[in-house]
């Protein structure tokens, strides 16, 4: 039990650093994108309105969710270097493979996960918990 549950989380440590390289690789790609659209000959007024463009925010959505994404990513190979990856950062019991499974960098165990999520709807927060 114990031994398979080490393989699955080096499984899961590989799927980590695989979507990891992954998220720079098209990051990279889709930065270049950005930094082109927003330099292109525009004046100050357009800048201005920059946000508003749908190419702009679409793009800059995407960016935001993958630098979203690669924080919980590093958060989680701190763990991996802590020897902590795996353990709920609440309440230090095991996170279950199968959450692990979808939800790689989780850092809380479901119990607290869930609860955090109640208290950030009772306090009007969108953030979602991992
Ligand atoms: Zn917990």
Redesign the pocket.
Known sequence: MKRSRSRELRRIRKRLLERRAAILDVNRAARKEFNSLSTQDRGPEYEENAQVALADYTLYKLLDTQMQELKMIDAAQTQIEEGTFGR?I????EISIERLRALPYAL??Q??ARRRESEQLASGASLPSL
């Open positions: 709920c609440e309440c230090d019991r809380l165990c119990e607290d």
